[in-house]
């Protein structure tokens, strides 16, 4: 069974640019979270899907981002006009329907703004 | 407002001897806790929740925590420490049981030598 997957592992960009980043959840769960990890610090909240909603998007540092898991599974998550500072692993994480707090993370996607 | 504590940036331990690895928090309702561990290039793995009940919970790989209101910590523990258990660890929370997000700690590098 296949785990979270995320894509790109890796992306470069230059400060001003547009960047998408994909998660790709375990089947089945209806849950997804995305979360933003600096070097040194612990994960970071930043929105969280039930279902093809956002139920808490709380934890988006600006309007410059913005997320959508349009049919229930994918997700996209999407930062406009990126800053150096958003250079960070960005981490996505699936799970069954209810709270548990078992969430089951992927790998993350290593965004580098230049 | 709600936060966790990992006071210890790093804790090094001899193979076969037990380790600790602290957490403390901080939240108005009832805690609900969490203990992640992130091996290199892999993503975080769920090890072991507190929701209710005992306050000693145990979960994978022999490790266990305590749940400790008066003191409000959920201390990670092991009997005998293997070297494959270095790793960061991260202790999280959730405030009661809101289906969002988990608020995680800065995490804790376990070094184990042989």
């Known amino acids: 069974g296949a785990g979270v997957s995320q894509t790109p592992s890796n992306k470069v960009t230059e400060k001003g640019k547009y960047v998408e980043l994909r998660c790709d959840p375990i089947s089945g769960h209806t849950a997804l979270y995305w979360y933003r990890q600096s070097l040194g610090q612990g994960p970071e909240f930043l929105i969280y899907?039930?279902?093809?909603?956002?139920?808490?998007d709380s934890g988006l540092p600006n309007d410059r981002f913005f997320a959508v898991r349009p049919e229930g599974s994918v997700s996209t998550l999407k930062i406009q006009r990126t800053e150096r500072g958003d250079s960070a692993v960005y981490l996505c994480?699936?799970?069954?329907?209810?709270?548990?707090?078992?969430?089951?993370f992927g790998e993350g996607s290593r965004l580098t703004v230049l | 407002a709600q936060s966790v504590a990992q006071p210890e940036d790093q804790v090094n331990v001899a193979e076969g001897n037990p380790l600790t690895v602290k957490c403390t928090y901080s939240v108005s309702g009832n805690p609900y806790l969490f203990w992640y561990v992130q091996y290199p290039n892999r993503g975080l793995q769920f090890l072991l929740k507190?929701?209710?009940?005992?306050?000693l919970v145990k979960g994978s790989y022999g490790f266990e925590a305590e749940f400790n209101k008066s003191q409000t910590s959920f201390h990670l523990k092991k009997p005998s420490a293997l070297v494959s258990d270095s790793a960061l660890y991260f202790c999280?929370?959730?405030?009661?049981?809101?289906?969002?997000?988990?608020?995680f700690g800065k995490g804790t590098k376990l070094s184990v030598k042989p």
């Open positions: 999280a929370l959730n405030y009661g049981g809101s289906q969002g997000n988990l608020i």
């Open positions: 994480a699936s799970a069954r329907g209810g709270f548990t707090g078992e969430l089951f």
């Open positions: 899907f039930q279902g093809t909603g956002a139920a808490d």
């Open positions: 507190y929701i209710t009940g005992d306050n």
